[in-house]
Structure formats: C-alpha cells, structure tokens
C-alpha cells in the first residue's frame, strides 16, 4: 500500500529457496517498481493512510478489527 502511493509497482521475478542458506520455509519474490510524479492526494491524506497502513500491521497474531482499534477506537464500547 506503501509503495502504490508513490508508484506502479508488480511482481519481476521469482527467486529461488535454494539459494540460501539455510533453506527457508517461503518463497521470495523480485519486485520491480516504476516511481510517479503523481500522487493520489495531499500531505495530509498520505500520513493519515501510512498511519492507518502502520496501524494494521504493527503487531502480530491480531485480528484486523484490533489492531485498528487504535486508530478508530474500539467497536465494542
């Protein structure tokens, strides 16, 4: 979400778990990104959804509802 603010980004290629070491449990990915002068909005817009985008991933093992409770307050209350 991050990069899209700034860009086009895709996916280029993929890399191979065997070349590490030791061999890892994922796959890994070459990104490729192409950078634009155009933004979606203001200043103001990309701190509120960098926040927003923060937010959500700032700790693991939590639902979304949860880990967004920070930012519009806890939906149960």
């Known amino acids: 979400m991050k990069a899209a603010w700034y860009g086009a980004w895709r996916t280029a ?17 070459l990104v490729g990104f192409e950078r634009s ?16 985008v923060d937010a959500a991933f700032q700790q693991r093992r939590k639902t979304l509802r949860q880990a967004l409770s920070s930012v519009f307050g806890d939906p149960s209350a």
């Open 37 to 52: 002068d155009e933004q979606p909005g203001d200043e103001q817009l990309r701190l509120r959804t960098f926040a927003l």
């Open 13 to 29: 290629g993929t890399v191979s778990r065997q070349i590490f070491w030791p061999v890892p449990n994922v796959d890994s990915v």
